[in-house]
């Protein structure tokens, strides 16, 4: 069945959204409409429907306040090079999604149903998807309780949600080696517990440390695992890779994926990627120690964060209570760079998908 869309009626005009998306940073501009889709249980998914953006009603009862049912994800539309759109890996998107709201007693969303949701939208406001160096159309798609109960169960009524924004990047002054605070105190998540969903409640656990960061001025902590605090795992939201060696003596390691981890989008490209230009990985436990003494002796030459929203960013600088010490002088390493520059290369239409993992939403003109 096709969206039920309602356009708005204060559309704005070209000139002004020309102007808009020549700096549109990241997460302040949104796109002119939104997807919404209801569940109630034993009636399942109600049907599509596109609204203009804006504010929604929810009553303070409901659960998604209460006891955090909530997931959500993060993905993007290009402008290629042959001015069409396109969306990288929605199909994974859609599947990690059902990941995660399995692990929080959430109701699926069909694969077809969520992809259908981001080719109406990217379709209806492809003006909002910008050009410019860098540039993308940040999609979020988020799902969350909204029945009216107190008791500590699962939610029987659901929402779902498609909005966009034109964004720059991610880090402010573009991209560059963020600083980062190795985190002794706090964990993001423990074995059983939700690391490998994308579950809202994750990102406010993180927030202190996250405070903790900037005190000290970091751009990002990285997380160790709950239990020996010994095993990196995460840089903020986003898997780490770190490289050893340089020249023809090069190879990636990136922490396995124990169930405490995020399993990236982003991670498991640059896995195929690494392969494809030759590049051997290892997916295996690292330790702060092992990193420590790799930077100190030089067999560690690169550490890299990968992510959505990202795509690659170096680190170039990290601190703890015990460390302070700097990567590669805090440069730009040539594995990420010619690993970033291949992805961006393959999400733009620049070169040829091998893969398939571009789905063209907007043919060109």
Same mark, same amino acid.
């Given at each position: 069945?096709?969206?039920?869309?309602?356009?708005?009626?204060n559309p704005i005009d070209a000139a002004t959204r020309a102007t808009l998306l020549e700096n549109p940073g990241f997460g302040l501009l949104f796109g002119?409409?939104?997807?919404?889709?209801?569940?109630?249980?034993?009636?399942?998914?109600?049907?599509?429907?596109?609204?203009?953006?804006?504010?929604?009603?929810?009553?303070?009862?409901?659960?998604?306040?209460?006891?955090?049912? $909530?997931?959500?994800?993060?993905?993007?539309?290009? @402008?290629? *090079?042959? %001015? &069409?759109? !396109?969306?990288?890996?929605?199909?994974? +998107?859609?599947?990690?999604?059902?990941?995660?709201?399995?692990?929080?007693?959430?109701?699926?969303?069909?694969?077809?149903?969520?992809?259908?949701?981001?080719?109406?939208?990217?379709?209806?406001?492809?003006?909002?998807?910008?050009?410019?160096?860098?540039?993308?159309?940040?999609?979020?798609?988020?799902?969350?309780?909204?029945?009216?109960?107190?008791?500590?169960?699962?939610?029987?009524?659901?929402?779902?949600?498609?909005?966009?924004?034109?964004?720059?990047?991610?880090?402010?002054?573009?991209?560059?080696?963020? $600083?980062?605070?190795?985190?002794?105190?706090?964990? @993001?998540? *423990?074995? %059983? &517990?939700? !690391?490998?969903?994308?579950?809202?409640? +994750?990102?406010?656990?993180?927030l202190a440390a996250q405070l903790e960061a900037q005190e000290a001025g970091c751009d990002q902590v990285v997380w160790l695992d709950a239990i020996e605090?010994?095993?990196?795992?995460?840089?903020?939201?986003?898997?780490?890779?770190?490289?050893?060696?340089?020249?023809?003596?090069?190879?990636?390691?990136?922490?396995?994926?124990?169930?405490?981890?995020?399993?990236?989008?982003?991670?498991?490209?640059?896995?195929?990627?690494?392969?494809?230009?030759?590049?051997?990985?290892?997916?295996?436990?690292?330790?702060?120690?092992?990193?420590?003494?790799?930077?100190?002796?030089?067999?560690?030459?690169?550490?890299?964060?990968?992510?959505?929203?990202?795509?690659?960013?170096?680190?170039?600088?990290?601190?703890?209570?015990?460390?302070?010490?700097?990567?590669?002088?805090?440069?730009?390493?040539?594995?990420?760079?010619?690993?970033?520059?291949?992805?961006?290369?393959?999400?733009?239409?620049?070169?040829?998908?091998?893969?398939?993992?571009?789905?063209?939403v907007v043919s060109a003109s």
């Open positions: 069945m096709a969206p039920i869309v309602q356009t708005t009626a002119e409409h939104m997807v919404r889709i209801d569940y109630v249980a034993g009636e399942g998914w109600g049907p599509t429907t596109i609204v203009p953006y804006g504010p929604i009603s929810i009553p303070p009862t409901a659960a998604v306040f209460h006891y955090a049912q $909530a997931a959500f994800e993060g993905l993007k539309a290009y @402008r290629l *090079a042959d %001015g &069409g759109v !396109g969306v990288f890996r929605p199909f994974a +998107n859609a599947r990690r999604m059902n990941s995660s709201a399995r692990r929080l007693a959430m109701p699926e969303l069909p694969e077809e149903r969520f992809v259908e949701a981001i080719d109406a939208l990217v379709t209806l406001d492809q003006g909002w998807v910008p050009n410019g160096d860098g540039q993308t159309l940040y999609l979020r798609p988020v799902m969350f309780a909204t029945e009216e109960v107190l008791q500590v169960r699962p939610s029987s009524r659901f929402s779902f949600f498609l909005i966009s924004s034109p964004s720059g990047s991610y880090f402010t002054g573009g991209v560059k080696p963020v $600083a980062v605070w190795v985190s002794e105190e706090y964990s @993001r998540a *423990a074995p %059983g &517990g939700t !690391g490998a969903a994308k579950a809202s409640g +994750n990102y406010a656990a993180s605090r010994t095993t990196i795992e995460e840089m903020g939201g986003m898997n780490l890779f770190f490289v050893f060696g340089e020249g023809a003596d090069v190879r990636l390691v990136t922490p396995e994926l124990t169930g405490t981890l995020l399993p990236g989008i982003t991670r498991e490209s640059l896995l195929q990627l690494a392969a494809d230009l030759g590049y051997p990985v290892d997916v295996r436990r690292i330790t702060i120690d092992e990193w420590r003494a790799g930077n100190s002796d030089g067999t560690i030459s690169e550490v890299f964060a990968c992510g959505t929203a990202a795509v690659i960013t170096p680190v170039g600088h990290v601190k703890s209570r015990s460390d302070d010490f700097s990567i590669r002088g805090g440069a730009f390493g040539p594995v990420a760079a010619r690993l970033r520059e291949a992805l961006l290369a393959i999400q733009t239409g620049a070169a040829p998908d091998l893969h398939g993992w571009l789905r063209i």
